[in-house]
Nanobody, 124 residues
């Protein structure tokens, strides 16, 4: 199991950008597909983006496609979520998660390891 720590959240105005980072411990980072999920107040946690082990395959929720970009640097044991043109409805606690799969998956139940989350607040 890999330990995950997110960072990069904060308060940003609508239309702005943030870059989230998730650093994994250990030397097994490249053995996991990685995903980003988010949970807004009063709502269920939802899928945002995922990336394959190699970083060549990506998947996005319809709500963020074209605005968000997921990437990874296996040498740094880090996965990123670049968020552009942020909207107030993007406000949520963002979590990264690890999946013992080659290809990205969008279903929460497949992910075994989770970070503690980082808060993103988008003001109007």
């Amino acid at each position: 199991q890999v330990q995950l720590v997110e960072s990069g959240g904060g308060l940003v105005q609508a239309g702005g950008s943030l870059r989230l980072s998730c650093v994994a411990s250990g030397r097994t980072f490249s053995s996991y597909a990685m995903g980003w999920f988010r949970q807004a107040p009063g709502k269920e946690r939802e899928f945002v983006a995922a990336i394959s082990r190699s970083g060549l395959t990506r998947d996005y929720a319809d709500s963020v496609r074209g605005r968000f970009s997921i990437s990874r640097d296996n040498d740094k044991n880090t996965v990123y979520l670049q968020m552009n043109r942020l909207k107030p409805e993007d406000t949520a606690n963002y979590y990264c998660a690890a999946d013992e799969a080659i290809l990205p998956r969008s279903t929460e139940r497949w992910y075994d390891c989770w970070g503690q989350g980082t808060q993103v607040t988008v003001s109007s």
